[in-house]
């Protein structure tokens, strides 16, 4: 398995739909995970770090399920300003880095 | 705060060339990371920095050299540039020790002939 796997994409959507992505990971170890936003051709920024309780924030959802070693990050009504690259993150064995998935593409259309 | 800042925005380096990256961050954070990013392969990790005078390698550390003389500043050094560097290269910052909510630069994108 690899480290991690994320479905590249990309989600085409309309807008007020709701839209869920999945990311995997290999080292059932990882403590700490997390979301990032990435706008094309910009940096990535946090968007919200995932609890083993769940997190959520305001429309965004972020749940964790260490059965199954994977991350879900859940978009309810979706806008125009969601589309974006989401990047899921997680702490390497050493807990000194951040293994990042390649990143889903969402797609939000009017 | 100007955050984390990084120069240039742009380079074009011909193969053999060597350069330095630069970045800084201004919130006294003590962890900071450098990426490269190329379409396809996500962020990979090259050299991370847990504090001033200690630096690691990350996931494709050669042809990179770092150092961390100051808690500000992380150079990213290529040697001699190869076209397989052209990417587009961020560095990150986190306010631990650790790499959790990690503040990044606007990014330099490198291009190699």
């Known amino acids: 398995r690899k480290e991690v796997e994320q479905d590249p994409g990309p989600f085409n959507v309309p807008e007020g739909a709701t839209v869920a992505f999945n990311c995997t990971y290999s080292?059932?170890?990882?403590?700490?995970f997390f979301w990032y936003r990435q706008d094309c051709r910009k940096e990535p920024k946090l968007l919200m770090s995932v609890y083993s309780s769940g997190n959520e924030d305001g429309r965004f959802t972020a749940q964790l399920n260490r059965a199954s070693q994977y991350i879900s990050l859940l978009i309810r009504d979706s806008k125009l300003s969601d589309s974006a690259t989401y990047l899921c993150a997680f702490y390497n064995q050493a807990g000194t880095a951040l293994i990042f998935g390649k990143g889903t593409t969402l797609s939000v259309s009017s | 705060n100007a955050g984390v800042t990084q120069t240039p925005k742009f380079q074009v380096l011909k193969t053999g060339q060597s350069m330095t990256l630069q970045c800084a961050q201004d919130?006294?954070?003590?962890?900071m990371s450098w990426y490269r990013q190329d379409p396809g392969m996500g962020l990979r990790l090259i050299h991370y920095s847990v504090g001033a005078g200690i630096t690691d390698q990350g996931e494709v550390p050669n042809g990179y050299n770092v150092s961390r003389s100051t808690t500000e500043d992380f150079p990213l050094r290529l040697l001699s540039a190869a076209p397989s560097q052209t990417s587009v290269y961020f560095c990150?910052?986190?306010?631990?020790?650790?790499?959790?909510?990690?503040?990044f630069g606007p990014g330099t994108r490198l291009t190699v002939t």
């Open positions: 919130m006294n954070h003590e962890y």
């Open positions: 080292n059932s170890a990882s403590q700490s």
């Open positions: 990150a910052s986190s306010v631990t020790g650790e790499p959790y909510e990690q503040y």
